[in-house]
């Protein structure tokens, strides 16, 4: 007699209303569900590239097709790019293999939450909100009235009900997750917090200069003041900040200048002016005491509505002690560029006080002090004097950087609490994405097998 085993399906769909590339997070489960042998279809927008490591025969990616630009009216346009999101996302759910499973991202809610939940209750397929922030908060930002225009109230009245048709969630935060089970009475919810995947890692001195001279070809500010050096025996390649003797060895130029980074969306809720205003702090004190205060490179990455705005603030500055630069970076430059920073600074504040800053959680994976923005619930990610520093405006941030770079890099000071950093940046590493995936994620989606 022939035994017949019966093989369990492991199908899964990912679902992320937005850029599938610009949403790490959502890669990220996608990746650590393909490596616990699932089928993948992920349903998005395809404007960045998308992880290398999603491209493999189990994963399926579904491109939504772009809202269409229209002359309507603000009101109408929300209107139609509902309807248009509505009509494309069921359609994309009607050609992906039949899920176990939908794992959605929120923000955004409308019309995500409520298609989703239709297609689950008619297919009989699990629904599993990941809750990255409130959708109503996102779109208050904006909106004249804030969070008490019409429109507002009635997005958390639609994401509040249809969340909690979801039969199980995720967040971010110990806070949100307080959060949603006591004011919005939804449940069961695992906090599942952002962990810095294994390509976020510090690197050597030499993968510094291999950056920087990657670097030097299209952007000025990492190329040498001038090629002297080169004629010194020995010395095979310079950059800004380095030298390569010809026997392979790397050393930072002497009084070199300091590297800050900062990544950022450029959108409201991170305001790059502060960081602008401590620079302008910065330059002063530098000025007055140059053999102090070393020059300061600061790189900003990212990419969003407001860059083109700040751009052309930037051009009108003429700093002496301060240049900034802002790169497009290929997706593998991005944790190399941390890994070679002296500080990171993160300005993203909280819509709803309840999430945190995956930017940082990138910087500490790759062992970099962050000085934050401060917001409600920071210090289950950021702590003051411990990780990093806080601040609340631009005054504390430029307090911050004076005293980091004082007497660069040479203050002992510094170097001590950067040690102590360190210590508490490789603490933070031990614990991996796919290793806090597997302990709070894994169990919860296997059980709807």
Not at 56 to 72: D, G, R
Not at 309 to 335: G, M, N
Not at 348 to 377: E, I, Q, R
Not at 388 to 415: C, M, T, Y
């Amino acid at each position: 007699m022939v035994e017949v085993v019966h093989v369990r399906k492991r199908n899964a769909c990912v679902i992320v209303l937005g850029d599938i590339g610009r949403s790490p997070r959502m890669q990220y489960h996608a990746q650590s569900l393909l490596e616990d042998n699932y089928n993948v279809d992920i349903i998005g927008y395809m404007e960045t590239r998308p992880l290398d490591a999603l491209k493999q025969p189990k994963c399926k990616i579904h491109e939504l097709p772009a809202v269409p630009v229209t002359n309507l009216t603000p009101k109408l346009k929300l209107l139609f790019k509902a309807i248009w999101q509505t009509l494309s996302l069921l359609i994309a759910l009607i050609s992906i293999r039949r899920p176990n499973f939908l794992l959605v991202q929120n923000p955004p809610g409308i019309p995500t939450l409520v298609v989703c939940y239709l297609y689950c209750a008619l297919t009989r397929t699990k629904l599993a909100i990941d809750w990255h922030n409130y959708t109503y908060t996102v779109l208050a930002l904006g909106m004249a009235g804030g969070e008490q225009s019409r429109l507002s109230r009635l997005t958390k009245r639609l994401e509040r009900y249809f969340g909690a048709k979801a039969h199980t969630h995720f967040c971010v935060t110990k806070a949100m997750k307080e959060d949603l089970q006591s004011n919005w009475n939804i449940g069961p919810v695992t906090v599942l917090y952002d962990r810095a995947p294994t390509q976020f890692h510090p690197i050597e001195l030499t993968q510094k200069h291999d950056l920087f001279m990657k670097l030097s070809k299209d952007y000025a500010q990492f190329m040498p003041q001038c090629y002297a050096d080169l004629k010194q025996s020995g010395v095979l390649e310079s950059t800004a900040l380095t030298q390569k003797l010809s026997n392979g060895t790397v050393f930072y130029k002497p009084q070199r200048q300091a590297v800050l980074v900062s990544s950022t969306s450029w959108t409201p809720d991170e305001d790059f002016g502060i960081l602008l205003q401590a620079l302008e702090s910065y330059e002063s004190v530098a000025v007055a005491q140059p053999h102090v205060y070393p020059t300061l490179l600061c790189i900003i990455t990212g990419k969003g509505p407001q860059k083109a705005h700040y751009e052309a603030q930037i051009s009108k500055y003429q700093w002496q002690k301060v240049s900034i630069v802002t790169p497009w970076l290929e997706a593998e430059d991005y944790p190399s560029v941390l890994a070679s920073a002296d500080l990171g600074v993160c300005l993203h504040w909280s819509t709803s006080g309840l999430d945190l800053p995956m930017k940082v959680v990138d910087m500490f994976g790759s062992g970099l002090p962050v000085c934050a923005y401060n917001f409600k619930c920071l210090d289950e990610l950021v702590k003051h004097g411990e990780n990093g520093f806080v601040f609340s405006d631009h005054k504390e941030l430029a307090e911050q950087l004076r005293i980091w770079f004082e007497n660069f890099p040479n203050n002992p000071s510094i170097i001590e609490t950067r040690a102590r950093f360190g210590r508490s940046l490789q603490e933070f590493q031990e614990l991996r994405w796919r290793e806090n995936w597997k302990q709070c994620a894994a169990p919860v989606l296997e059980a709807f097998l």
